[in-house]
Every structure is written in C-alpha cells, then in structure tokens.
C-alpha cells in the first residue's frame, strides 16, 4: 500500500487505504475458505500417507499462491484455509488421541523426496516396533 501511494497518480485518502486494508483481508478470508472447502473432500479420503502428507503440504501453499495475484491477505488466506479445514476434520469425527496424524509420518516422505535418506535425519525416525 505504501508503494502504491507513492507511484499512484491519484491522491491519497484515510478512506481509500482503510477500505483498501478491509478489502484486502476479507477478500484474503474468502479465498482461503473456498480453497479450504474445495480440499476437504480429499480429506476425507481413505489414508494414504503420501496423498495426504503432500496435501497437507501443499493446501496452504495453494491458498497463498492463490491471494498473492489479487493483492490480497495470503497469510489471512492461510490461517483461514487451516482454520475451516480443521474445523470441518473435527466435525466429522470425534477426534480421539489416536486419531491425529504423527509428524513423524511425514519424514519418510520428506526425506525420500529431498534425496536425503543416508542423512542424520534419517537415524531420528522412529523405528517400527520401538
């Protein structure tokens, strides 16, 4: 916005910049909503820990890359899209301590697809049986 009321021909207001703030974070809300509620049926899917390790990767990354271009909040977009998931996860089911996925779950994932398997990181993986 500053950049913007530098460079801009036309005269800067109080009011335009403050509508300008609200438009940017409630239009940041929004598409983080909707990308949420498009993503939340592949939730739902039967687990699968690649599918849903490189969704749960890529889901904020999509709604960050998806506000930059309109100028708009992509942090609120983020939260909100993490926020609704969530929300929508915890409405479906009654969540039991189980029933969360373990961050360790995605280091096979993460470490196979950074080529980085014979790495230290590999020797702190919980091993199956421990």
Do not use: Q
């Not at 940017?24 to 949420?36: P, Q």
């Not at 961050?103 to 230290?120: D, E, H, I, L, M």
């Amino acid at each position: 916005m500053a950049i913007e009321a530098v460079t801009d021909e036309r005269p800067c207001s109080w009011s335009g910049t403050a509508l300008a703030f609200v438009e940017s974070y409630a239009d940041g809300i929004v598409i983080g909503a909707a990308i949420a509620l498009l993503l939340i049926p592949g939730r739902r899917l039967p687990p699968e820990p690649l599918f849903h390790s490189v969704l749960s990767v890529a889901t904020p990354l999509l709604a960050c890359l998806s506000a930059e271009p309109l100028h708009v909040s992509g942090v609120l977009a983020v939260v909100t899209c993490g926020l609704v998931t969530t929300r929508s996860a915890l409405a479906s089911s009654v969540p039991t301590p189980g029933s969360r996925p373990s961050p360790s779950g995605r280091w096979p994932v993460t470490c196979s697809t950074a080529r980085c398997s014979s790495s230290p990181v590999s020797n702190c993986l919980p091993r199956s049986g421990h």
